[in-house]
T-cell receptor, first 116, second 111 residues
């Protein structure tokens, strides 16, 4: 079946602009996660949804970052007043609740955000 | 806090065996996972150790020793397509279901 999809694959914006990144998880996966990955580093957790609610947003770096999942499926990560330091690959992952016996998360291909 | 340290780069010959180590400092976690990521690609799940010991999945094996705060991924019969970055990760007991990733090891397989 279809995996996790993310759009756009690349986004170039100017400093100070607003961007939205979209994630479409695997059908039936109630858990959804956003991570950010800088070059040469591991993914860094941003926010976790269980269903429609944000169960843990402790990884969001500041209040310019916000994410929603209004119907418990598609999620949108929103970044206001973008800064050059926000440039990274934004990864979305989904899983069954708790990740199952293997604690497996299924990742999308990411959105590469470049802030000029 | 959490920290998972890995060697930054490893080079190995096609057909050989390579071990990628992960040493960690964490207040508590549910298990150690390993993910593979090719350049420009998505991280993909390889293996998970909930308990101490060895888990084998085809050419890949993973080991965990909680008493030594140490784990490793073992890749056998290396193929060129195994050239990628490999990350260990834990699900902290203090968090939700998020993964905390290590620093990553870039494996290069040479002919």
């Amino acid at each position: 079946g279809a995996g996790v999809s993310q759009t756009p694959s690349n986004k170039v914006t100017e400093k100070g602009k607003y961007v939205e990144l979209r994630c479409d998880p695997i059908s039936g996966h109630t858990a959804l996660y956003w991570y950010r990955q800088s070059l040469g580093q591991g993914p860094e957790f941003l926010i976790y949804f269980q269903g429609t609610g944000a169960a843990d947003d402790s990884g969001l770096p500041n209040d310019r970052f916000f994410a929603v999942r209004p119907e418990g499926s598609v999620s949108t990560l929103k970044i206001q007043r973008t800064e050059r330091g926000d440039s990274a690959v934004y990864l979305c992952a989904s899983s069954i609740p708790g990740g199952g016996s293997g604690n497996e998360q299924f990742f999308g291909p990411g959105t590469r955000l470049t802030v000029l | 806090g959490q920290s998972l340290e890995q060697p930054s780069e490893v080079t190995a010959v096609e057909g050989a065996i390579v071990q990628i180590n992960c040493t960690y400092q964490t207040s508590g976690f549910y298990g150690l996972s390993w993910y593979q990521q090719h350049d420009g690609g998505a991280p993909t799940f390889l293996s998970y150790n909930a308990l101490d010991g060895l888990e084998e999945t085809g050419r890949f094996s993973s080991f965990l020793s909680r008493s030594d705060s140490y784990g490793y991924l073992l890749l056998q019969e290396l193929q060129m397509k195994d050239s990628a970055s490999y990350f260990c990760a834990v699900r902290p007991q203090t968090g939700a279901n998020n993964l905390f990733f290590g620093t990553g090891t870039r494996l290069t397989v040479i002919p």
